[in-house]
């Protein structure tokens, strides 16, 4: 019988079956749940909060999503978080879809967000108005396009780019009286985006 040193026996490194091993020692989630984190900047017309030249403005965003990988190759999930206009600060909740594709730690993807806006900050008046004031946010839609990135423990990296649909609608009816009977105004924080996310 022929023994082997146990200095020539090379480990073999095994992900958790939760991730996806490539043939360059990184992983990345590919089965059961998914959590992120992500920081997104948000451009476009109008003022902003980081950066603003004119009617250009950059805007800062912050989210948070969970879900599930259904196949190696499509991850469904739902998610929220906070995006800083100046003038508003507006909380998405939405369903969201990730189709991966290719056979390396670096695989792109495209991605689709769709749900609600609800506005935090809403249009203060005077006090004794007695008018009627309504404030609302809308349907929000965000397609993409991006990257993973797989890690080398038990997180990966995500890059994507994408415009963000995100309406909000505002009306008051004065009382009587007023040179002026109502005000209606429909504006929409649409958005290019990049967005970087952290997954585990």
């Known amino acids: 019988m022929m023994s082997v040193p146990i200095s020539l026996i090379h480990k073999v490194k095994q992900s958790d079956r939760h991730q996806q091993l490539f043939a360059d020692g990184r992983t990345a989630i590919s089965d059961g749940i998914y959590s992120r984190l992500s920081f997104q900047l948000l451009s476009g017309t109008g003022n902003g909060i980081s950066y603003s030249a004119g009617d250009y403005r950059v805007d800062p965003s912050f989210g948070f999503a969970m879900g599930v990988y259904l196949h190696k190759w499509l ?67 965000y397609p993409s396009i991006g990257y993973r990135f797989a890690g080398k423990g038990k997180t990966d990296f995500m890059i994507d780019i994408g415009y963000k649909f995100q309406p909000h609608y505002f009306r008051v009816d004065y009382p009587e009286g007023w040179g002026t009977i109502s005000e209606v105004e429909r504006r929409s924080y649409n958005s290019l985006s990049i967005r970087f996310g952290w997954v585990f």
Do not use: C, H
């Open 75 to 141: 991850a469904v999930g739902v998610g929220t978080g906070i995006d800083f206009y100046v003038e508003r600060r507006v909380v998405p909740l939405y369903l969201e879809s990730r189709v991966y594709w290719g056979k390396n730690s670096r695989s792109p993807f495209v991605g689709m967000q769709l749900g609600y806006s609800f506005l935090m900050d809403k249009r203060e008046f005077f006090d004794g108005f007695e008018g009627k004031v309504r404030e609302r946010g809308g349907v929000m839609f």
